[in-house]
T-cell receptor, first 113, second 111 residues
Framework: SAVISQKPSRDICQRGTSLTIQCQVD?????MFWYRQQPGQSLTLIAT?????????ESGFVIDKFPISRPNLTFSTLTVSNMSPEDSSIYLC??????????FGSGTQLSVL | QQPVQSPQAVILREGEDAVINCSSS?????VHWYRQKHGEAPVFLMI?????EQKGHEKISASFNEKKQQSSLYLTASQLSYSGTYFC????????????FGTGTRLTVIP
């Protein structure tokens, strides 16, 4: 199993600012995934990040709003840019092991005022 | 494209059984099941890769009907620790590498 360290665990931000979320994995992984989960709702995939290539974004999510970096096989960041209250949510990073199980970080609870 | 789960919520007494259904409008390659406790990250339960496949994990098992584009999760003799929200995650083709999670089912087990 993979151990994922995600930070910050929570933050309160002002409208119009940006927040960068970091995700560190204890082993090398090919793909990392970023999900958003609004309170009481399901998980929605934002993008898939492969090391050495641009992230692949799902419908409704764009790189200018959610830029992602993947500098190596154990680390990724997601930035939530120009935030509005609608961005208030829990953001989770995830990795897949060879058996195709997903392991999740503990999440970042973001509140935008 | 989001799979629909039913029921949305269910309350059980310890020892009772429950079935959670996951239905997709698209043909499926695989179905994954996760459980999320309040304030925690989702935890993997099982993957079903073939149509008609049935898998078990202690007293939790699941089936996958590829033709009907449905999967069901069976919880037998429920325990307090089974409480949480259950999500199915569906994959529409091999190598898609992205899961679409269902609407979720909140399960509460009471003494």
């Amino acid at each position: 199993s993979a151990v994922i360290s995600q930070k910050p665990s929570r933050d309160i931000c002002q409208r119009g600012t940006s927040l960068t979320i970091q995700c560190q994995v204890d082993s090398q992984v090919t793909m990392m995934f970023w999900y958003r989960q609004q309170p009481g709702q399901s998980l929605t995939l934002i993008a898939t990040a492969n090391q050495g290539s641009e992230a692949t974004y799902e419908s409704g999510f764009v790189i200018d709003k959610f830029p992602i970096s993947r500098p190596n096989l154990t680390f990724s960041t997601l930035t939530v840019s120009n935030m509005s209250p609608e961005d208030s949510s829990i953001y989770l990073c995830s990795v897949e092991d060879p058996a195709r199980k997903l392991f999740f970080g503990s999440g970042t609870q973001l509140s935008v005022l | 494209q989001q799979p629909v789960q039913s029921p949305q919520a269910v309350i059980l007494r310890e020892g009772e059984d429950a079935v959670i259904n996951c239905s997709s409008s698209k043909a499926l390659y695989s179905v994954h099941w996760y459980r999320q406790k309040h304030g925690e990250a989702p935890v993997f339960l099982m993957i079903l890769l073939k149509g008609g496949e049935q898998k078990g994990h202690e007293k939790i098992s699941a089936s996958f009907n590829e033709k009907k584009q449905q999967s069901s999760l069976y919880l037998t003799a429920s325990q307090l620790s089974y409480s949480g929200t259950y999500f199915c995650g569906t994959e529409i083709r091999a190598g898609a590498n992205n899961l679409f999670f269902g609407t979720g089912t909140r399960l509460t087990v009471i003494p």
